[in-house]
T-cell receptor, first 112, second 114 residues
């Protein structure tokens, strides 16, 4: 089966609230994780990444947290906006190159 | 735009047709990938090309045939497909020799097999 998966298939939040999207992975050898955003009719777009030697990384309005003890990854979006509505995927990578294993995806819906 | 271009964006084909999907990357990468994305399912890795050599084929049926003539171009040749092959086919590229690097995706080709 898939080694990367998401806890919730859908998430609905109010505009302005913070969103938290979760991901579980099972391969302890994975050393690099990425969050992708996929809007309707488009390919996945890179949001933020984190290496396994870190437990937190911040971007613009987004934060990724990595808990290697329980093999858990989360994406936090601050002040969620309607433009954040999309499907979010976590992906893991082992070693060189960009070969990625993807989780199921969480569909984020932002209510105005 | 991500620098990875896929054509066509939409394709409808019969089960007896032969068609090809095209992918071109303008990022100077040397690894390219085909992924299949079915509704409500994770992206499934189909093929990996690194330095123009196929390094992975994830048990994909022979009715899908990839081709990588150079590091910038990737094709997926399709023949005698089944309706269950209808999906979004995504191409991606990355730098093969680089540790911990993301893949850049195209917009995908929405394939419908009738």
């Amino acid at each position: 089966g898939e080694s990367v998966g998401l806890h919730l298939p859908t998430l609905s939040v109010q505009e302005g609230d913070n969103s938290i999207i979760n991901c579980a992975y099972s391969n302890s050898a994975s050393d690099y994780f990425i969050w992708y955003k996929q809007e309707s009719g488009k390919g996945p777009q890179f949001i933020i990444d984190i290496r396994s030697n870190m437990d937190k990384r911040q971007g613009q309005r987004v934060t990724v947290l990595l808990n290697k003890t329980v093999k858990h990854l989360s994406l936090q979006i601050a002040a969620t906006q309607p433009g954040d509505s999309a499907v979010y995927f976590c992906a893991e990578n082992i070693g060189q190159g960009g070969k990625l294993i993807f989780g199921q995806g969480t569909e984020l819906s932002v209510k105005p | 735009e991500t620098g990875v271009t896929q054509t066509p964006r939409h394709l409808v084909m019969g089960m007896t047709n032969k068609k090809s999907l095209k992918c071109e990357q303008h990022l100077g990468h040397n690894a390219m990938y085909w992924y299949k994305q079915s509704a409500k399912k994770p992206l499934e890795l189909m093929f990996v090309y690194s330095l123009e050599e196929r390094v992975e084929n994830n048990s994909v049926p022979s009715r899908f045939s990839p081709e990588c003539p150079n590091s910038s171009h990737l094709f997926l040749h399709l023949h005698t497909l089944q309706p269950e092959d209808s999906a979004l086919y995504l191409c991606a590229s990355s730098q093969a020799s680089q540790l911990n690097t993301e893949a850049f995706f195209g917009q995908g080709t929405r394939l419908t097999v009738v």
